[in-house]
């Protein structure tokens, strides 16, 4: 499948599967004239990655948890479980900054009606 058709089945742009390809999350044979030549696999790998990204994982990441996402459980090593794990850390470290600005802006926001409301 080319990559026009892999962006109209997974409902990705045609520029983040280049990008996708680049950093080696997906991957295409090309044609004897040059074009990509995609599995019709790629659709659903396509789609995960998009989950990834949705979740906040880097392609970095990605690049590390694919593999092990593709390999039977029995083969699988703990690399993706550890790297799931830094990523939820990661993400609660961050709801906890967004929570203590949150506060502070409350804080200010009440601060600021009772200094409204004075004679």
């Known amino acids: 499948m080319r990559i026009g058709e892999l962006a109209a089945a997974s409902g990705v742009s ?6 996708y390809e680049e950093q ?11 074009w990509r030549d995609f599995d019709g696999s790629m659709v659903e790998r396509v789609v995960m990655i998009q989950h990834l990204f949705a979740a906040g994982l880097s392609s970095a990441t990605i690049h590390e948890v694919l593999p092990c996402l593709e390999a039977p459980p029995e083969e699988r090593t703990g690399v993706m479980e550890r790297l799931l ?6 993400l609660e470290a961050k709801r906890r900054d967004i929570d203590r600005e949150l506060d502070t802006l409350r804080a200010l926001r009440a601060e600021t009606a009772l200094v409204g409301e004075a004679p």
């Open 14 to 19: 045609t520029r983040s599967l280049r990008y």
């Open 24 to 34: 080696g999350l997906i991957r295409s044979r090309r044609t004897p004239g040059g």
């Open 85 to 90: 794990a830094r990523e939820v850390e990661r």
